[in-house]
Every structure is written in C-alpha cells, then in structure tokens.
C-alpha cells in the first residue's frame, strides 16, 4: 500500500505559502498510506523538476535544508507538485527505491513517475532496472 497526494498552481508565479503549508499538511496525513519512505517533486513553470527523498515520514523532510529550498521553489516558481508515501511491498527500503523517479523513456525524454500498488505481468522501463520496485 502507498499513497500519492498533488496540488497544482493556477498562478504563473508560483504557490502561496498557504498552498505550500496544505501540502505539507496533506503529505503528513499520506503517510498513514505508506511509512517506509516519502518522496516529493515540484515541478517548475519551465518543467525542470526537483525531487527530494527521505527514508521514514515526512518529518524526515520537514527537518532538513532540503525541505526550505523545496518550498521556495514552490513559492518563487511551482506549477505541480505531489508526493509519494511509501509502504514497500517488493523491494527493499533505500532511497533508491522511495517514489518519485526520474526516468528516461524510449524516446529519451525525461519522466517523473510514482506508483501505487502491486504491478503484475510489467515490463521495466529502460534505464528503470536500478530500481527494485513494480
């Protein structure tokens, strides 16, 4: 079991620091879905993506520099931004396993990825076979 939360901006400058605060409050209430590892992207207006991962709950981001730089990302330029709980069902607990991830796909573009569930009968992405999860 894993849980995803997002939020989108309807603005050209970015969240508001309330917006910023829900987020962090709904990513704290997603962990009951998945404890393991939390992950979260913000996506800015120009598409570049940051990703920051942290093993256990999302307590573990909030206490960090990671955390600060990430919300004034959101405020000064964010259009998406979700998170990830996880609750590892196959694979180890690592970091490299913990949502989201930034992949290739057959067309050489870059993707950003999250799952929740139990995938049978997949095939793996290219470049995806570092990662021991569905």
């Given at each position: 079991m894993c849980g995803i939360i997002a939020t989108i901006c309807n603005r050209t400058n970015g969240f508001d620091s309330e917006e910023t605060d829900q987020f962090a409050a709904n990513?704290?209430?997603?962990?009951?879905?998945?404890?393991?590892?939390?992950?979260?992207v913000n996506v800015a207006?120009?598409?570049?993506?940051?990703?920051?991962?942290?093993?256990?709950?999302?307590?573990?981001?909030?206490?960090?520099?990671?955390?600060?730089?990430?919300?004034?990302?959101?405020?000064?330029?964010?259009?998406?931004?979700?998170?990830?709980?996880?609750?590892?069902?196959?694979?180890?607990?690592?970091?490299?396993?913990?949502?989201?991830?930034?992949?290739?796909?057959?067309?050489g573009n870059e993707i950003i990825l999250v799952h929740n569930g139990t995938l049978h009968g997949f095939q793996r992405l290219p470049g995806f076979d570092k990662h021991d999860v569905d």
């Amino acid at each position: 079991m894993c849980g995803i939360i997002a939020t989108i901006c309807n603005r050209t400058n970015g969240f508001d620091s309330e917006e910023t605060d829900q987020f962090a409050a709904n990513l704290f209430v997603n962990q009951w879905r998945g404890q393991d590892s939390t992950g979260i992207v913000n996506v800015a207006q120009n598409g570049d993506a940051i990703i920051v991962k942290a093993l256990g709950g999302p307590t573990n981001i909030y206490s960090t520099d990671k955390w600060d730089m990430f919300k004034k990302d959101m405020i000064s330029q964010g259009r998406i931004a979700f998170g990830h709980g996880r609750q590892a069902t196959r694979g180890t607990v690592t970091i490299e396993n913990a949502h989201p991830f930034r992949v290739e796909n057959k067309d050489g573009n870059e993707i950003i990825l999250v799952h929740n569930g139990t995938l049978h009968g997949f095939q793996r992405l290219p470049g995806f076979d570092k990662h021991d999860v569905d």
